[in-house]
């Protein structure tokens, strides 16, 4: 008796799980196109509540198109999209983060957006060129910049009576000006403030743009030739070993990495450091956490500042129909417009990619070293298996700067593995 | 009297099992600079209740709950019930090869879930199941390898004279299922209850890939729904995680009993 009442409810809760579900999807009156639109951001916040106006604009304004929406948090949204493109089941149109955007093409998930771009003006837009792949390409059409510059904190730099940094400080005036800044105020010989923040588990703020300052490089060739292992890059890693070890004005990696993931990019907000390389989103916990800061660009090293820059694209599903891509290209156009543009640089996330309005819509104070350090960066070094390769260099590079390996063989370790990586991936067919 | 050392000692293990979920409420009601703080703080100051308010104005908070329910009631449901019948079939009938589909439906617990995500997708998008609450629940249905082997080991240890008594009264296999091993079988069925209770609650690939539509949602996701890229709002995320304990530890307690003892007789003839 229990049985079957336990089995007819069952039956009932699944019929009703069933058909609520099957309402939404597809359908719609002949001549509208529904376009399923992706984007990371986390719920209720800023960046989701003006993508959703924006999205109700655009649509008010094409009513032909029909967006539905995919979000979710960063990493739940790559782990889902990454699925969804084996399974074939992408939106057609969705925000990458720019250093995936070539795998993602590199697999086949893409549409060639080259032809699109030339009906617009290219020197209109901040970071299109930083995203043409090796064969002249593009794939992904700039959403948002980021690129590193260096942040201070002018309280600190104050109580210390240390000049602010300037546009022509070298990495010796960095390391000078750290020392100054380095406090132990309870004496027990481990300063409880640093100047500098010189290793983070995320290189794009740390030794990338540092081994390029000190003349090394990372990838070169169409970012298929690892060439990591030179003097250059020992150079640089040995100055952030010497700032974390015998000079002491940067916390060491275990320090760092015993604050728990994620803290690294807290430790300018909360007062630790005074001193830390940051890209244009770091602002944000800054800026919430109340600290009175300033920004300089990065200091020059012996070959230049190393600047490199991130531009967060919307790419086009390969799969979408010749209307969905129509649309897509309307929803792209439009995101870029100034108006939306203006809404997108309110959240202060990113670099508007659209340059007028990235020149007046950016706060006063820290406009021109970002739009300066854009215009001169690097790509951070994109191919096909970004992910994985830039993973077997970081994990090297780590223990060097813990000093569980010496630079040198870091380096060749790190060269070698970094290679068979992408070699792996050209033999399994390039693109 | 003589016990009081060993009660001290066990409430000091109490305090500091408690230690990590009280630092965790204390974050509940810090503001995210606070929160960030460092050395970091205890008591939060001043205490904000509204980040509880703040994650019901962000999210469908009662709707991700009532998923979340929906979803690990069928699981529970169907898990206890197919499990028990399989791992019944496997441990008394005489049915041949028995120890062979054990081993095999054993052997699908060494793949994780990353190895089957991509084909479980395009099965549930072929079945047209993608953004339905169906793939997190018809799978439980289907028995699961854990909920076999404990079911199997449960009904092994059963004396045969049980079914023997019953057979000679006139019971049939079903009756001898459903109204002598079943009943004797409470401690077992409680333990996978909550094991499939906690699974179900506490999943979060499956909900995420399976899942668009915020209305949809399951709590873990609904709470890691909150989580910035920049800005964390740890805060938020931390006072979501804390209401969504809540309906589990319900269950723990009211099962508590049965789930100790299942767990330790479990252990003894695993």
């Not at chain 1, 300033?294 to 790419?315: F, M, T």
């Amino acid at each position: 008796m229990r049985l079957r009442m336990l089995a007819t409810a069952a039956v009932a809760v699944l019929t009703v799980a069933a058909t609520a579900s099957c309402g939404g999807g597809t359908g719609g009156e002949p001549g509208t196109v529904t376009l399923r639109l992706g984007f990371y951001a986390a719920a209720g916040d800023p960046a989701d509540t003006t993508m959703r106006k924006l999205v109700k604009e655009f649509t008010a304004a094409n009513p032909s198109i029909k967006v539905e929406l995919e979000v979710a948090p960063y990493v739940q949204f790559f782990q889902k999209l990454r699925t969804q493109i084996a399974g074939g089941q992408a939106p057609q149109v969705w925000l990458s983060d720019g250093v995936l955007v070539q795998e993602f093409a590199a697999r086949g998930a893409l549409a060639d957006l080259s032809e699109r771009v030339k009906t617009l003006d290219a020197a209109d837009y901040h970071g299109l060129e930083l995203n043409r792949d090796a064969k002249g390409r593009i794939f992904g059409f700039p959403q948002g910049a980021q690129t590193p510059v260096l942040f201070y904190n002018k309280k600190m730099f104050a109580e210390a009576g240390v000049d602010e940094p300037t546009a022509e400080w070298t990495y010796d005036d960095l390391a000078a000006a750290a020392k100054k800044l380095t406090k132990d105020t309870n004496g027990d010989g481990k300063p409880e403030t640093y100047g500098f923040r010189a290793y983070s588990p995320g290189f794009t703020e740390s030794w990338w743009p540092i081994i390029k300052a000190f003349g090394g490089d990372i990838v070169t060739d169409e970012n298929r030739k690892v060439v990591i292992d030179s003097p250059r890059s020992k150079a640089a890693l040995d100055w952030m070993l010497a700032a974390m070890g015998k000079e002491k004005f940067a916390p060491d990696v275990v320090a760092t990495e015993s604050m728990g993931k994620g803290a690294v990019h807290q430790m300018f907000a909360t007062g630790r450091v005074a001193m830390s390389y940051g890209i244009y989103a770091r602002s944000l916990p800054a800026l919430s956490a109340g600290v009175d800061f300033g920004v300089a660009p990065l200091p020059k090293g012996p070959a230049g500042r190393g600047n490199v820059a991130i531009v967060n694209s919307w790419v086009v599903s390969k799969a979408a129909s010749p209307e969905q891509a129509d649309a897509a290209w309307k929803w792209i156009t439009f995101f870029s417009g100034d108006g939306p543009q203006r809404a997108w640089a309110e959240l202060g996330e990113a670099i508007p990619i659209n340059k007028q309005v990235a020149e007046s819509a950016l706060p006063a104070e820290r406009r021109r070293a970002f739009l300066d350090s854009l215009a001169e960066a690097d790509d951070l070094g994109t191919n096909a298996v970004w992910s994985e390769y830039t993973e077997a260099l970081a994990k090297r590079i780590n223990q060097a700067l813990s000093g569980a390996m010496p630079v040198a063989q870091a380096l060749t370790t790190a060269q070698q593995e970094a290679q068979q990586i992408i070699d792996r991936f050209q033999a399994s067919g390039p693109r | 009297m003589r016990r009081l050392p060993a009660y001290a000692l066990v409430l000091l293990g109490a305090l500091v099992m408690l230690l990590p979920f009280v630092a965790a409420f204390g974050n509940s009601l810090k503001s995210f600079a606070q929160y960030i703080q460092v050395p970091p703080v205890w008591l939060p100051d001043p205490v904000r209740w509204d980040n509880y308010a703040e994650v019901w104005r962000r999210t469908p908070f009662g709707l991700y709950l009532a998923n979340s329910m929906v979803i690990a009631v069928l699981a529970v449901a169907g898990n206890v019930l197919t499990s028990s019948m399989v791992g019944h079939a496997l441990a008394r009938s005489r049915l041949p090869g028995r120890q062979a589909l054990l081993t095999m439906a054993l052997g699908t617990m060494m793949l994780p879930t990353v190895i089957t995500i991509v084909p479980n997708f395009v099965l549930f998008r072929s079945l047209g199941w993608l953004d339905t609450m169906l793939p997190l629940i018809v799978p439980y249905w289907l028995a699961t390898p854990f909920g076999i082997f404990l079911m199997r080991q449960t009904f092994l240890g059963i004396p045969r004279d049980f079914e023997e008594a019953a057979g000679i009264d006139g019971a049939n296999p079903w009756q001898v299922f459903w109204r002598i091993h079943l009943p004797l079988a409470k401690p077992a069925l409680a333990t996978l209850a909550v094991f499939t209770f906690m699974a179900s609650w506490s999943a979060v690939l499956e909900p995420t890939i399976y899942l668009t539509s915020p209305e949809n949602y399951t709590l873990p996701i609904g709470v890691m729904s909150l989580k910035g890229e920049f800005v964390g709002n740890d805060q938020l995320v931390t006072a979501a995680a804390m209401m969504s304990l809540l309906p589990m530890l319900v269950v723990f307690v009211l099962a508590q009993r049965y789930f100790v003892r299942g767990a330790v007789s479990a252990g003894l003839k695993g």
